[in-house]
């Protein structure tokens, strides 16, 4: 079978593929050296090898990057107190109060009863909400929706641009330009306009829609980056070597291509994440996103804004949460990125 | 180049056919424009429902709507064929007006924004650049990343509350204690022993000189009473001006001997601008937008006679500064005038000169310059909200930017054949830092757009976001449109205005 293509097409083999130059030499002399520096040697091991170390070696950089570190284990603590404090689900969590739960009378003005010195969370943390809800298991809930918006975005926006950026720059003609037209009309859109116009009418059919809606509107630059890496590696020789031995298209994007971009694509994933936070606060903010009885940052705060005078605790909680996240998730698409792009570690050290 | 622009030009007409196109549908399928008829009771419901389907067309299917919407935008572009009214909105007004008066209000929010942001952020990038790995340089990655990672609307409801109302409440009281003016001065003085850093004693020489300045400077205006009538005065604006003239020549030519013709000239501008600041001050005083331009633009001319008379050997540099010159003292007069205005407008707003709501002070009855100085009032806060992710982005680009271009062998270069480090910053380095930026600042605009939705909100502004929000919440189709069909055109153009002057920055790009 194999034989069979090369037979039909013997033109396939370019024949300045060969390392003829003292250029090209340069290059892998270059490349043998870097090897040998990091450790890796010759390639002895098994594929499988190599792509473990390569995934240490990402890992190993990007916990170098300090504020990444950070960001990484903040993030951990707020997931983990999101879900873990009040429950998902049908799992119960550790926390007293429902976010559900109305208490007839405010204790203290619902004044919020956290204190650093002495450290005590006392009976309502972050104090009661007007209706008499307690405001922390009401912030943990927001939370949780506004997490779970947050990640299907980055997965929906990841996949979306990734697949489009793909199909346009590895197969170019036609399709590039429809699906790159495409995404110009897509550009020429305000973002926060376009999903307030698709998110206003779809309110109703929970976050995970929204979600969903939001990511099939987000994913213009991560297309555009994407195309432009498959651009450059679809002229590179592994891939007319991959082509030449009657690799399908779809093994050639997906098994040769696809990993070589994988750094691009996960940072833009991070950061995707971090902007679908702010964008569905956004949303919410002005009313066209997650609606009542709904719960999500966005909206305790948009609730809440008129509370400001008085209690301005209603209003602070959420916009410390949402800060948090989306810095965290920055500083590590920040570190992701400085690993990924060995370039900018050497003009880091 | 005609080739391109030409084609560029047919491109983005057909995109931003099928944008629109989009959008009409998207808008069109997002509710039902009737609910609010159909919610009421009485007898002139029907009338009512069968009025608004005839004006906005729901009799008719999508795609035609589309078209006749196509063609209320086509009355517009062509002088004849019937008024332009881009379409009636669901009360059967036209939206045209509504259009052009949001339009004008956000433009001022908008442009003020970016070109703040765009000067503040290429600033604070290069001196990070200049002072990587600096206390200075880590501190500002992290103030970008905490603007990139504030929600708009929230920085601009603590805005409101903590910055404008205790502003005004101090400006109605403008006294500092000592401890205050200690503690200021410290704090000014410790930031910029931290921008212009080195050795531990050039750190505490800096520290001591600026903190010692504030606190003076600080005295001074208490004891003046500048912050009740704040003005500059022919002799601030003569001194800034010179130092302004120093400060530029310093920067584009240097103090040495060799630069010293651009600074005569640049200084002589300066005092000639003085002077005729001081001829025409009551002609500035009443004056208006036409005698800004023109005082303006005098100044630039006096800047380059300058430049062409005392310029020699560097006549044209010479020119280019002291022509600089003229702008800052222009822009000094026109400080001064704003300034001057101030007691005028803190009587007239009742002692709260930093607005929240809104974007003009209604039946205000002051002069031209108390005006100018009342919108510029109600600007502030906005455009902060609005400039902060803006802000952090340039500085981040221009800071990887340029630590690229210092890192590349031309710089060694130009270093290597013993270059000063002005010149080397200045003229190589900066210049070519500055390319990537032109199409950054295409992207940024369609983002600042989007800002604008929010912070009109928050800010009680009646601008193109407000005209979104309540037309989207009220299922009103055309001025959403009017929305879209502005903002696509917007950023349609400032990427087709990117690439051309990507191409023409960097002359590598040709376009084709």
Known sequence: MMAQDIENEPERIPPDNVPSTELEMATFVGIDNELAETGMGPPVGSAPMAAKTEFRIVAKRFFRHKAARAGLIVLALIILLAFSSIGFGPIPGWWKYDYTEFEPTLTDGGAPTLSIFPPAWGDHPFGQSNEGRDYFALTMRGLQQSLIIAFIVGIVSTIVGTVIGAVSGYFRGRIESVLMRFTDVMITIPLLAIAAVIAGQIGGSGIVGLGVLLGLVTWTSLARIVRGEFLSLREKEFVDAARSVGASSRRIIFRHILPNTVGVITVSATLAISGAILLETALSFLNFGVKSPDISLGLLLQQYRQAMDVRPYLFWWPGVFIVLISLSVNFIGDGLRDAFDPRQTRAKA | ?512
């Not at chain 2, 500002?140 to 005004?168: E, G, R």
Request: hydrophobic residues 55%; charged residues 10%; positive net charge.
């Open chain 2, 1 to 512: 180049m005609l080739v391109f622009v030409t084609r560029r030009l047919v491109v983005s007409f057909f995109i931003l056919l099928a944008s629109t196109a989009l959008t009409f549908f998207l808008v069109a399928y997002s509710g039902n424009p009737l609910q609010d008829l159909l919610e009421l009771r009485g007898p002139q419901r029907d009338a009512k429902v069968a009025a608004r389907t005839q004006s906005l067309h729901l009799d008719q299917p999508v795609w035609i709507r589309y078209l006749l919407w196509l063609q209320d935008v086509g009355r517009c572009l062509s002088p004849f064929g019937g008024p332009c009214t881009l379409g009636s909105d669901r009360n059967g007004g036209a939206v045209l007006p509504q259009l052009q008066t949001a339009i004008g209000s956000t433009l001022r929010l908008v442009v003020v924004a970016t070109i703040l942001a765009l000067i503040l952020g290429v600033v604070t990038g290069i001196v990070t650049a200049l002072r990587q790995y600096s206390t200075f340089d880590y501190g500002v990655t992290f103030v970008a990343f905490l603007c990139f990672s504030l929600p708009v609307f929230w920085i601009s409801t603590l805005l409101k509350q903590y910055v404008a109302i205790d502003l005004n409440t101090w400006l109605n009281n403008p006294t500092m204690t000592t401890a205050g003016l200690v503690i200021l001065g410290v704090v000014v003085g410790a930031l910029w022993a931290l921008v212009i850093g080195g050795d531990r004693r050039r750190v505490l020489i800096v520290f001591a000189t600026a903190a010692l300045a504030t606190i003076s400077v600080m005295y001074v205006l208490l004891v003046t009473d500048f912050f009740r009538e704040p003005y500059f005065g022919i002799l601030g604006i003569a001194v800034f001006g010179v130092a302004a003239a120093v400060g530029w020549s310093a920067l584009f030519a240097g103090l040495h001997r060799r630069g010293r013709s651009v600074l005569i000239s640049a200084v002589t501008t300066a005092v000639a601008g003085a002077v005729i600041a001081l001829l025409l001050r009551t002609v500035i005083a009443e004056g208006d937008w036409l005698v800004i331009l023109l005082v303006t633009l005098g100044l630039i001319a006096v800047g380059l006679l300058a430049g062409y008379l005392l310029g020699r050997p560097t006549q044209r540099l010479a020119m280019r500064v002291s022509a600089l010159t003229g702008v800052t003292v222009a822009l000094l007069v026109v400080v001064d005038q704003l300034l001057r205005a101030y007691p005028a407008l803190f009587q007239a707003t009742g002692g709260r000169p930093i607005k929240t709501t809104g974007s003009a002070t209604p039946n205000l009855e002051v002069d031209f310059w108390a005006t100018q100085l009342d919108s510029l009032m109600y600007l502030i806060l906005p455009t902060l909200a609005l400039m902060l992710a803006s802000f952090a982005l340039y500085t981040r680009y221009t800071r990887a930017s340029m630590l690229d271009v210092m890192g590349q062998d031309y710089v060694r270069t130009a270093r290597a054949k013993g270059l000063n480090n002005r010149t080397v910053v200045v003229r190589h380095a900066f210049r070519n830092a500055l390319i990537p930026l032109a199409t950054l600042m295409a992207f940024d605009f369609a983002a600042i757009f989007s800002g604008a939705i929010v912070t009109e909100t928050v800010f009680g502004w009646s601008g193109m976001g407000k005209l979104f929000t309540t037309s989207l919440s009220n299922i009103d189709p055309n001025p959403v449109m009017a929305f879209f069909l502005v903002s696509a055109t917007a950023i349609v153009l400032f990427n087709m205005l990117a690439d051309i002057a990507y191409a023409y920055l960097d002359p590598r790009i040709r376009l084709a």
